[in-house]
């Protein structure tokens, strides 16, 4: 700092020429008022940096001892930048340009006072005083620091820097991390040193780069007439670094493997893959096989592929569960840090198993059973403990189950299988398993793979030995046995033999016969023959009844029983002539009207009482005529009158004969003969017609007539009730023969 003294020198040094200028005129000057005033001539002035361009900043005061009016002028040394400017009259001085103390934090200026006739200069120095403008600013960016992962808390990693040009307290800077949570530093304030906070870690695994801020804060000062503090921040890169602490990783687990029908030794089966935990700088990794081989595989110790060491057909099992170890191989080849991890290795199955039936003590092709027929339907046969197994695997373990043999008869369960199962065989059609058709069924039990190439297959047979039970009912052959036995045949005689079988074997097969219904009691039967026979002291009279029927019984032990109907006919014998009735051997006949005569055969049958009829003589002879069926007898066709009749017999009465035979159609044939007395008379109307021709000559027997006429209508209605009651009286005779013959002819079979 330059004392006021210097300035004295340098105002003493310009006086000589001032001195010169006027004799008894003095100089003019500037006014002493100290440091602190803003009035004077800038020594000592001070001005702060943050003063505003434009400001008044100072007032140059000077006077002429003479009294003149002064002009101030200021002036900067060459080369320097002018920061101020005085107003001549007023002495003002305005700052015109910005200051900054920490650029330039002294001005020189050459302030002039005058008089018009003096001038004196002076060198002055104008301080800038310091405002708090600056932030602190940190040294040596960007900060980057490498730590190693293992580095141990509370350790000191860093140390910040930063420097702030202002003075005094905004130039003072302390340091803190801009919080961020979790953050596992922590920075001296003042130091700026940047440590692992205590208690925390690093770990390379979990993130290998941190960004922490750090804040530099100044101690805070005045700027443009408030407080400010001033801060700046940066980022310090914390890269950590690996160190050995990870064991290998295997990567893609989990490890399947599989080994095929064609895998041979030295196959490649599947290869692991694990690497070093600490990827920055990782150690290689040796692989072996810990556990579970069972010597069938290895492994190449730095590729990690696992081979098969056999051929598959030896592999005992069907699936190996390799523990694979990977092992960190340090620098002096020593192992280090490992992991174990676990390969599945399937054997893939090779069908090498065909399927195979098992009874109870092992592989059986032929099972035998011995049963009743007709067991329920869905009953089980239980009798038969098969089970059929295929040892491989998978598809190549699935087979279909088939019951060969009579069809829809015994069903099997299940009808596919895998691997293994137990079989049912079920009963399907019980009808059909009857022992009088067979008396053992056979089947063919298969077992044939479905999903393979090779369709193993496998057979078993199944036989299935009958036992009789009582299912049969006796049969008779036919429905109805008709019969035929004449009448009059002697007691015991045979009628017809029954036969009814039984389809059941020994005793269930015996049948017993018996006949029962109403027609039943004339006969026997035998009851094991089934010979019908008629009771010893029956006799069969076809007149009386030639028709019975009844019913023969076939029975077994059980008492399952069928009928039969049994229909015996009494064949009719001619055993009876034919008779005329006596009382109706006299007639009397009308010529032109047929008289009849008839006869009887009490035989039951035709032709037994068949009659034919003829007439063996006549007297007249050759006058009648009869038919042989009916028994009608008329006069020849040329006896017309009763004059003829008189003619033939000579006027004698009219009383003739004929003798009638009747035969039946018998073998050999009965005849009965019997004679008709005819008595001929003339028709009723022709007599009246001649009578009544008379009558015209005889007028006087009118009367007579009249009495005749009444008296013969008399006597016609007495002889049509004759006629009638004759007729009814032979009607009463008939008709029971008819109904009996209606009745015998109905069952002719
Ligand atoms: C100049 O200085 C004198 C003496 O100290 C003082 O009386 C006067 O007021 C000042 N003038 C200005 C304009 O400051
Ligand atoms: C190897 O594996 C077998 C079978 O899984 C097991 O019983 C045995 O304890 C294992 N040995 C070791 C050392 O892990
Ligand atoms: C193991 O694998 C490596 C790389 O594939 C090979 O070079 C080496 O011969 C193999 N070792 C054995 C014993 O097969
Ligand atoms: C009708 C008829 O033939 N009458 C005869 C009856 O007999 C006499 C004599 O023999 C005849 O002369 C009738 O003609």
Not at 7 to 13: G, I, K, N, T, V
Not at 473 to 495: C, L, W
Not at 554 to 567: H, I, M, N, P, Q
């Amino acid at each position: 700092m330059k004392s006021p003294h210097s300035l004295r020198l340098s105002l003493l040094l310009l006086l000589p020429h001032i001195h010169l200028a006027r004799q008894s005129d003095f100089a003019p000057y500037f006014y002493d008022n100290g440091p602190s005033s803003t009035s004077g001539n800038m020594a000592l002035f001070s001005i702060a940096e943050d003063t505003p361009v434009g400001a008044q900043v100072y007032t140059l005061n000077g006077t002429d001892p003479e009294g003149d009016s002064v002009r101030y002028g200021l002036t900067f040394e060459k080369g320097s930048k002018e920061y101020f400017r005085v107003e001549p009259k007023s002495g003002r001085v305005t700052l015109i340009s910005e200051l900054d103390r920490e650029v330039e934090d002294e001005i020189a200026v050459l302030v002039s006072i005058t008089d018009g006739r003096n001038k004196v200069v002076e060198k002055g120095r104008v301080f800038v005083t310091d405002a708090n403008d600056e932030k602190p600013e940190f040294l040596n960016l960007p900060f980057i620091v490498s730590v190693p992962e293992d580095t141990e808390a509370g350790s000191s990693i860093f140390k910040v820097q930063a420097v702030d040009k202002d003075l005094g307290s905004g130039g003072s800077v302390t340091y803190f991390l801009q919080t961020t949570p979790n953050t596992k530093f922590t920075i001296d304030g003042h130091s700026g040193v940047l440590r692992i906070k205590p208690g925390e870690y690093l770990d390379y695994e979990t993130s290998k780069t941190h960004f922490v801020t750090v804040v530099a804060k100044d101690g805070g000062g005045k700027y443009n007439g408030k407080h400010q503090v001033m801060t700046s921040s940066a980022t310090i890169t914390i890269n950590v670094l690996d160190a050995q602490d990870s064991p290998p990783t295997f990567v893609g687990t989990p490890y399947f493997g599989y080994v095929y029908e064609v895998s041979v030794p030295g196959s490649e089966i599947f290869t692991v893959f694990a690497k070093d935990g600490d990827q920055g700088n990782p150690n290689p990794i040796q692989y072996s096989i810990f556990n579970g081989s069972d010597g069938s595989f290895s492994i190449n110790s730095s590729s990690g592929c696992i081979t098969l060491t056999t051929y598959p057909i030896q592999l005992k099992n069907e699936l190996y569960e390799l523990q694979v170890k990977a092992s960190e191989v340090g620098p002096e080849n020593q192992l280090l840090d490992y992991t174990i991890t676990m390969v599945t290795i399937r054997v893939v199955d090779l069908n090498n198993h065909p399927p195979t039936f098992y009874g109870e003590n092992g592989p059986q092709n032929r099972f035998e059973l011995t049963m009743y027929e007709h067991p329920p339907e869905g009953e089980i046969l239980r009798g038969l403990k098969i089970t059929v197994n295929d040892s491989d695997q998978g598809a190549n373990a699935k087979f279909r189950l088939r019951l060969v043999g009579p069809g829809r008869v015994l069903r099997v369960v299940p009808q596919t299988v895998l691997n293994e199962a137990q079989v049912t065989i079920i009963v399907e059609n019980s009808t059909a398993i009857d022992y009088e058709k067979y008396t053992f069924l056979s089947f063919k039990l298969l077992a044939v793979e479905i999903d393979t190439p090779e369709r193993f297959s496998a057979t078993a047979d199944i036989i299935i030995h009958l036992l009789d039970t009582n299912d049969n009912t006796p049969k008779f052959s036919t429905d109805f046995y008709i019969a035929r036995i004449p009448e009059n045949s002697p007691g015991g005689s045979n009628v017809v033999s029954v036969t009814a079988t039984d389809l059941d074997s020994g005793l269930w097969g015996d049948v017993k016969y018996s006949i029962y219904g109403s027609g039943a009691d004339l006969f026997l039967i035998h009851p094991t023959s089934g010979i019908i026979y008629t009771q010893p002291w029956a006799t069969l009279d076809a007149e009386v009844k030639s028709k019975y029927n009844f019913y023969v019984k076939a029975e077994d032990t059980e008492g399952k029983y069928s009928l039969a109907e049994v229909f015996v006919t009494v064949l009719d014998l001619n055993d009876h002539p034919p008779e005329f009735d006596e009382n109706f051997l006299e007639k009397t006949m009308i010529i032109g009207a047929p008289v009849k005569v008839e006869a009887v055969d009490d035989d039951a049958e035709e032709p037994n009482n068949v009659i034919e009829y003829s007439i063996m003589k006549a007297d007249p002879e050759n006058v009648f005529d009869i038919n042989t069926s009916t028994g009608e007898i008329k006069l020849k066709p040329f006896i017309k009158s009763m004059e003829i009749v008189q003619n033939i017999t000579r006027q004698k009465d009219c009383k003739w004969s004929v003798v009638v035979q009747a035969r039946d159609g018998g073998s050999p044939s009965f005849t009965t003969t019997a004679v008709v007395k005819i008595d001929i008379t003339e028709a009723i109307k022709e007599r009246i017609i001649a009578y009544f021709l008379g009558l015209r000559n005889r007028p006087l027997t009118v009367f007579g007539i009249c009495l005749s006429f009444v008296t013969f209508a008399v006597s016609l209605t007495v002889f049509i009730s004759s006629i009638l009651y004759w007729t009814a009286v032979r009607q009463a005779r008939v008709n029971p023969e008819a109904s009996f013959r209606k009745i015998i002819r109905r069952p002719k079979l």
